[in-house]
């Protein structure tokens, strides 16, 4: 695919003489442990890394394309090489630039969550405030992240939860045969909270089975027992089970938001999913409208886009940021975790640094 350095470099003129300038390049996470869920198993996220220079200033964005939202490294290429002539002189005008981009090309959210957080990157810079301050956010209400251990044997499940330790909230995928195995096992040697994430495995009928066996476990609540469209199989899991359940792959944007709200309790928001921070800000003050808790996630990423994310995350009530923390070769620094808890990098824009 992209094994060597790729670099889109689209210079433009514009009629004050002012220019922007946008790169791309690929890299490739690998991560410390084969990660499986109840469709896939990853072992490594082709993502890119986007700059947009605007006079001095230097904006950094990434995309995590996901083939299940129909993107792939070599879509978020061909999105940036059409987004080059497409950014005008104004990196301010994020809304408008935001919106040109949709008619540039529909979907391809990545990519444009790519384009957003470097817009809000050079904003930041540009103005010497960290982006959380930029947002009128309070950096001290982050909410602390959940670590995700993904499918494997009871034992290995248990063996991994013990090495969490310093984390105080695990996400267990489920999704299997073992799935009451694994989480036994999981509970022997841990007192974490424990959030479930059965990306879409169930039936309606084996969801409410299944989920109200796993009661005993002390669960928090359950993310998307059943498949993306089955609206109706998720409010009748909701209406038949005592935990709370959550929309992933059922709330893509915003436009899911008013179709999702009867049938869970909640919606779990990724920048990968809705196009960026601008959009997740207002998927995040739709879903309050409609009394939805809101979790803020991730796909597989570096500290780049997480620490985009994690900036958002005084609105949110849970945050499953730990994309970062799965993967070996982390290009970045930025959000830092102590005891679960995310601190936000005080520094202009993002406030992320080559590691
Ligand atoms: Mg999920």
């Given at each position: ?47 890119a ?30 999105c ?10 104004d ?29 809000y990157?050079i904003?930041?810079?540009m ?10 956010l ?6 602390r992240?959940?670590?995700?251990i ?26 299997t ?32 089975k ?32 005592p ?15 008013g ?97």
């Open positions: 695919m992209f094994n060597t350095m790729v670099q889109i470099a689209i210079f433009c003129r514009y009629k004050r003489g002012k220019s922007m300038h946008i790169d791309a390049r690929p890299i490739d996470l690998k991560l410390t442990t084969p990660f499986r869920i109840a469709r896939d198993v990853q072992h490594t996220a082709a993502n890394v986007i700059e947009i220079k605007h006079e001095e200033h230097t904006g950094y964005g990434e995309a995590a394309p996901s083939e299940y939202y129909g993107e792939s490294i070599e879509t978020v290429f061909a940036i090489t059409m987004f080059a002539g497409n950014l005008g002189d990196p301010f005008v994020i809304e408008d630039i935001l919106q040109h981009l949709d008619k540039v090309i529909r979907l391809h959210p990545s990519a444009k969550a790519a384009v957003d957080m470097a817009l990157d904003v930041g810079k103005l010497n405030v960290p982006l959380y301050t930029l947002l009128g309070n950096p001290n209400r982050t909410p992240t959940s670590f995700t993904g499918i494997d044997t009871p034992e290995q499940m248990a063996k991994k939860a013990l090495l969490a330790k310093e984390y105080p909230i695990l996400k267990i995928k489920v999704g045969k073992n799935d009451l195995d694994n989480l036994k096992a999981i509970r022997d040697v841990s007192n974490a909270v424990i959030r479930v994430d059965a990306n879409t495995a169930w039936t309606p009928k084996e969801a409410i299944m989920i109200n066996a796993m009661v005993p476990y002390n669960i928090q609540f359950v993310e998307q027992p059943v498949m993306a469209h089955d609206l109706a199989g998720l409010k009748l899991v909701r209406d038949n089970v935990l709370p359940i959550i929309a992933d792959e059922s709330c893509v944007t915003g436009e899911d938001i179709r999702v709200a009867d049938c869970v309790d909640g919606i779990n928001i990724k920048l990968m999913k809705c196009g960026g921070i601008n959009h997740a800000l207002k998927m995040i003050h739709a879903a309050r409208t409609y009394n939805l808790r809101i979790m803020l996630g991730c796909m597989i990423e570096s500290s780049l886009a997480i620490t985009a994310a994690a900036h958002l995350t005084p609105l949110v009530d849970y945050a499953d940021l730990d994309g970062n923390l799965l993967v070996d070769n982390d290009p970045y620094v930025g959000v830092t975790v102590e005891h679960g808890k995310l601190v936000l990098p005080d520094a202009p824009g993002l406030g992320v640094e080559v590691r």
